[in-house]
């Protein structure tokens, strides 16, 4: 019977194993294979390297303003995420009339794919056809069309609106699930005791939401140092580089300038990063905890 059982679990996980196996195992294993070989595109592996790709990470010149304008569009990102997914979470979370129309309305653009919503954002910053111009010049706003993405600043706050837009109602959802699992027993005995709505929101719901938070918060993180579609499709990492991030760097690398090995080895650098930010966000939620 043990056998039994043993074996019906192992056929159960072996899907998932191989799953996992094909399509993380194997590639991270290429990737890492590829980091450490002179690996042309077109050519194939040349054979190995190392250490020249990783040696050759910091003297490219795009390397360094791409890690800085990322870390730069991360903090905007998760700040302005996690307070607006934060505050629309609180707005909805009662049950009176019209909740569930708001609820549904602020996560429909999550339903819309990054690729998808991008093209459209791209479509309302354009001089020629987008409708923002137009209104704001109807208003009297301006005089003339502004351009949205022809600047570094502009390209990148507005980028920022459309991810903000695209995810603030997904990160509602999950704090609204964690405001929900707050007993309002809680809050009863704190007004009892005399407790104002700041008061109670500082001492009981932002500490019972953490766990909810701390998820916000690393899947924000994670999500905004990985950013490629938004900028690929909006700025083309323009004007004059100012919005390249990391990833497209790494695509830059391996499809423009045909050099696997290079793109590989900043992958591992950035995986390696990730990881180790990971793993001190979790720790750090956890002694809070």
């Known amino acids: 019977m043990r056998y039994s059982r043993k074996l019906a679990g192992a056929a159960y996980a072996a899907p998932v194993a191989v ?3 094909v399509f993380f195992i194997a590639p991270l294993l290429l990737v890492g294979r590829m980091s450490a070989s002179d690996w042309p595109l077109l050519a194939g592996d040349l054979g190995i390297n190392m250490p020249d790709n990783y040696a050759g990470i910091a003297d490219n010149p795009l390397f360094w303003p791409a890690v800085g304008f990322t870390l730069k569009y991360t903090g905007i990102v998760v700040v302005l995420l996690i307070g ?3 505050l629309l979470a609180l707005i909805v979370a009662g049950r009176s009339k019209g909740t569930g129309f708001f609820r549904t309305a602020y996560f429909l653009p999550t339903t819309l794919g ?3 919503a991008s093209l459209l954002f791209f479509g309302f910053y354009s001089p020629v056809i987008g409708p923002l111009d137009p209104i704001l010049q ?3 706003l301006t005089d003339e069309p502004i351009s949205w993405l022809g600047t ?3 390209a990148l706050w507005s980028t920022v609106v459309l991810i903000v837009w695209k995810f603030a109602g997904f990160f509602m959802i999950i704090l609204l699930v964690g405001l929900q699992s707050i007993p309002p027993d809680v809050y009863e005995a704190a007004r009892l005791d005399g407790a104002s709505p700041w008061q109670s929101f500082a001492h009981i719901t932002v500490p019972l939401l953490r766990p909810a938070l701390g998820l916000v918060l690393i899947l924000s993180v994670t999500g905004s140092l990985l950013a490629f579609d ?5 700025t083309k990492g323009g004007p004059d580089n100012s919005t390249v991030t990391v990833v497209q760097l790494i695509y830059r690398e391996a499809f423009q ?3 696997l090995g290079a793109a590989a080895a900043i992958s591992v650098v950035v995986l390696g990063a990730l990881l180790v930010l990971n793993i001190s966000q979790f720790r750090a939620l956890r002694k809070d905890h």
């Open 138 to 140: 109807w208003l009297g």
């Open 230 to 234: 938004q900028f690929f499709i909006l």
């Open 84 to 86: 607006l997914s934060l």
């Open 152 to 154: 570094p600043t502009a």
């Open 114 to 116: 990054l690729a998808s």
């Open 257 to 259: 300038r045909f050099d």
């Open 19 to 21: 799953f996992v196996l």
